[in-house]
């Protein structure tokens, strides 16, 4: 395992990397194949574990996970990512992690309760974990060294009093995924700035 401090850097570069990918789909994708171009080592540093709460075959979470597997080749690191919609999957991936003593771990906080034991255990055991897109207020609490992310109660005030700017008496707030404290934290930031109620519709990514 390779010192803390070249860890730490490491993990928010990655972080960052996998940031800019989930906002800057096409722009992501050409910067992953001029690493895979420009890549290449005899043998990684070491090995980071990415985990989220992205299905297989979501746009997003595909961008996400071509974004990480660059930042991979370009820093000689061998990145591994597995994404699932269910917190108990999730959760086994990082005990998985943890397990095979991997030198970093970042993780989607969907659903911040699931995750809880899972995402402690790795810092109490000496791993760098950094958390991304959704979960920012638990990141700390479980000890992770960064949280990457946008603050999703703002997100959703800026959204409602567009809406409430553009004249819009009513309005929807989709949810998309079940438990998922930033949709959620988006729809209340959401009815914060729009100043009324919204109906909240869940669905499923399926059905959008």
């Known amino acids: 395992m390779r010192t803390a ?11 960052l990397v996998l940031a800019g990918c989930s906002t ?12 895979q171009a420009a ?23 595909d961008v996400v996970k071509s974004g ?4 991979g080749r370009r820093d000689c690191l061998r990145v ?32 911040p309760g699931g995750l809880a ?27 992770a060294l960064a949280h990457v992310g946008q603050d999703d109660y703002e997100a959703g005030v800026a959204a409602g009093a567009r809406l ?12 998309h995924e079940a438990g998922h404290v930033g949709q959620e934290a988006r729809c209340a930031g959401a009815e914060e700035g729009f100043g009324a109620a919204m109906t909240r519709l869940q669905v499923t990514v399926a059905n959008l």
């Open 5 to 15: 401090p070249t860890v730490t850097a490491t993990l928010a570069a990655l972080a």
């Open 24 to 35: 800057t789909g096409g722009r992501a994708r050409e910067e992953a194949a001029a690493a």
């Open 39 to 61: 890549g290449g080592c005899a043998e990684p540093r070491g090995t980071v574990a990415v985990v989220s709460h992205g299905t297989q075959g979501d746009p997003f979470w």
């Open 68 to 71: 990480a597997e660059a930042a």
């Open 80 to 111: 591994t990512y597995q994404g699932s919609g269910d917190v108990a999957t999730q959760a086994q991936a990082v005990d998985t992690a943890v397990a095979q003593r991997v030198d970093g771990i970042v993780v989607s906080l969907a659903n």
């Open 117 to 143: 034991d899972s995402v402690t255990a790795a810092t109490e055991a000496g791993i760098p974990v950094i958390t991304i897109n959704a979960g920012a207020a638990s990141s700390a609490e479980f000890g």
């Open 164 to 175: 409430r700017d553009e004249g819009v008496t009513k309005a929807l707030c989709v949810i």
